[in-house]
């Protein structure tokens, strides 16, 4: 029992709310039909009904309420079948191929749709066909019932359709994911056309029929209040010798409509015109005008819902009781068809409407849409732009979300094109460095033969001189040479000493190069630096060097303050060779903030660089020094910048007007 229970649980659970749902539409229409169909009081759920139709009103309801149910049963199971099938998938999804759960998942799409339309159109169109069969007839009274049973089965199914969806959607979300190949799609207006049609729909008939029953309730008091009183007038005023009397007398009430007729029921019971032929009542009307008519003012009833009905007085001639009635239709074909027009007027406004609004909505999500996709195929975040906020609503919100997304993935893109860079600089300047050391130590142990057979030599040639002072070898000349070699080595060591120097601090070079300690500064100390360590260059050069702090000079740096005062030097270096000795020049140097960046430029008014040396700048390493230069200095400066501060290096310059270089660090 547990296993069968688990097996249908869905099925159940969706029986069980259109069990619910039912319960609560029997006892709307047990209370509903009467009193929209003007069911005459008295007539039903009483032995009147059951005498008359061998069934009351209540086992009527009861009927109808478990045909629908039978309905809602066999197309929910029908149409869920495949749940049945797949009752494992959630529990073993990889015995399934991506193929069956795609049919799974598209069939939990389509399914509410389905039995959402079979099950309002089966149980309106079956109740019609068996009242038309019942009254033999197809009358407004019939389309009246359509019209109830289909509003309030669409207002019950589409709440049922609802739920539905819910269930689904909870299984929805514990399918195995795909990337949907094979998906059935749908679109926004097809739901809301769905959810929202309906109920416009069900608006729209139930109040034309509420208005159309409080209209049928009015004129048919009307009408018979006024052919009553023509009757109890006709009684009044006219005195009757015999039948054909009454009969010729007859002829002179007035019927205000073609449609309606004189009666005159007999003692027994035969019913007649007033030509004197038979006519044929229902055995409704009949039983109601003898059993029920005198205690509602001689008003008589054709059926249940239908609107026909009768005014009847009671005329006795020589003891013979005659009952006289006018038999009257409350409203006429013409008002069906008003009402009919009036009704498909406003459907198709209302589907104009919808599908305008279903549009907007629909523009409004593919917009949206539309630009995660853009946003998931392209990665240049160069040509990302917002969206534009037309809306102050849920749709506004989520343009308002959309554009935090983006700004967040355009900052991650940016910042994680920024760590590549980084990155790379980092194995450059690392590469770089351990070339430079690998030289380093290539060109020190030949340098540092040099200097030890400098030293060998010294020691030789001193030697030698003294042996130039034994008496018995006296050679001015050779202590000239002695001398000389003497001077020569001194400068060999001397030069050696200078290029051992120079390759200890290419070394120690290479080594900061690859320094990843992360050491807080201040904008202040970092200033202070420079100007002392290019005071006597900027001396030698007779060059102002102009600094302007734009920012508070306790404002922290986070790297190592030796390799950014290196980097400003070489630039403020570069800066002064560019004037070309010129004498009395200034190099600007300003430090500002902008956004969470520090700005440091180094500006000078010298002749600027040309555009292909622009272009290839920070790129490869060039120089507009000549043989004077190597372009090696600004290479590493860049590389510095970029690996060891996570910032960046621009140029601006023109020929004739002089160059800009522009250090960037994150603050």
Not at 81 to 105: A, G, Q
Not at 489 to 495: F, Q, R, Y
Request: net charge negative; hydrophobic share 40%; with cysteine.
């Amino acid at each position: 029992m547990k296993k069968f229970l688990e097996k249908y649980k869905i099925q159940f659970k969706l029986l069980l709310a259109l069990t619910l749902g039912l319960i609560v539409l029997t006892a709307i229409y047990y209370f509903l039909i009467p009193t929209i169909l003007n069911y005459p009081k008295g007539t039903y759920a009483t032995n009147f009904q059951l005498e008359v139709e061998n069934t009351n009103y209540l086992s009527q309801v009861l009927s109808i309420a478990f045909a629908i149910f039978a309905v809602f049963a066999i197309v929910t199971f029908w149409k869920t079948r495949f749940l049945i099938k797949y009752s494992d998938l959630l529990k073993n999804p990889t015995n399934y191929s991506i193929e069956e759960i795609n049919y799974v998942r598209n069939k939990l799409f389509t399914a509410p749709y389905s039995i959402l339309v079979l099950n309002i159109v089966i149980p309106s169109i079956a109740l019609t066909v068996i009242h038309a069969y019942t009254i033999h007839q197809f009358s407004i009274t019939t389309l009246k019932l359509f019209i109830l049973v289909f509003s309030l089965m669409t207002l019950y199914v589409t709440s049922v359709f609802i739920y539905t969806c819910n269930v689904f959607k909870k299984i929805l979300i514990k399918l195995p994911y795909d990337n949907t190949t094979g998906l059935k799609k749908s679109t926004l207006k097809k739901r809301l056309f769905f959810n929202i049609l309906p109920l416009i729909l069900i608006s729209i008939l139930f109040t034309s029929l509420l208005g159309y029953s409080l209209v049928s309730i009015k004129t048919g008091n009307s009408v018979f209040e006024t052919y009553h009183n023509t009757l109890y007038y006709f009684k009044k005023y006219n005195t009757f010798s015999s039948f054909s009397d009454l009969l010729q007398k007859l002829q002179t009430i007035n019927i205000t409509s073609k449609d309606d007729f004189l009666f005159i029921k007999t003692s027994d019971n035969d019913y007649l015109d007033i030509n004197g032929e038979e006519i044929q009542v229902s055995n409704f009307f009949h039983k109601y005008l003898n059993e029920l008519s005198a205690a509602n003012d001689g008003r008589v009833y054709e059926y249940y819902g239908i609107d026909c009905q009768g005014a009847t007085i009671d005329i006795e001639i020589d003891g013979t009781i005659y009952t006289i009635g006018i038999y009257f239709s409350i409203l006429s074909i013409d008002v069906l068809i008003y009402f009919s027009i009036a009704f498909i007027i406003l459907v198709l406004i209302n589907i104009i409407i919808l599908t305008l609004f279903a549009e907007s909505l629909s523009n409004d999500i593919n917009i949206i849409s539309n630009s995660f996709m853009d946003m998931t195929k392209n990665t240049d975040t160069s040509v990302m732009r917002p969206l534009a906020l037309t809306s102050n609503d849920e749709f506004g919100n989520l343009i308002i979300s959309y554009n935090k997304i983006q700004e967040l993935t355009k900052h991650n893109v940016e910042q994680l094109h920024d760590n590549q860079e980084t990155l790379m600089e980092r194995e450059r300047l690392a590469s770089l460095g351990q070339l430079i050391g690998g030289i380093a130590h290539n060109l020190k142990t030949p340098i540092m033969s040099i200097s030890g057979a400098a030293e060998g030599l010294t020691d030789l040639v001193k030697e030698y001189d003294t042996s130039i002072s034994d008496p018995e070898v006296n050679d001015e000349d050779h202590h000239e040479i002695a001398k000389d070699m003497l001077v020569w080595i001194s400068k060999i060591k001397t030069h050696t000493e200078y290029m051992s120097d120079i390759i200890t601090a290419v070394k120690g070079q290479a080594v900061t190069l690859t320094n990843e300690e992360d050491i807080s500064f201040t904008v202040g100390e970092l200033i202070k630096r420079v100007d002392i360590l290019m005071k006597h260059e900027l001396k030698n050069a007779l060059t102002y060097l102009n600094i302007s702090m734009k920012v508070n000079e306790s404002t922290i740096i986070h790297g190592d303050v030796n390799s950014l005062v290196q980097v400003i030097n070489n630039m403020i270096s570069n800066s002064i060779q560019a004037y070309g000795g010129k004498t009395e020049q200034t190099i600007d140097l300003t430090v500002e903030k902008n956004n969470h960046k520090l700005i440091i430029s180094i500006k000078d008014y010298g002749p600027g660089m040309p555009k292909n040396v622009k272009d290839k700048l920070f790129k490869e390493m060039i120089t507009t020094k000549g043989k004077n230069g190597t372009g090696l200095g600004l290479y590493m400066s860049y590389s510095t910048i970029r690996a060891h501060f996570n910032g960046n290096i621009t140029v601006e310059s023109e020929e004739g007007k002089g160059t800009t270089f522009y250090i960037i660090l994150p603050l």
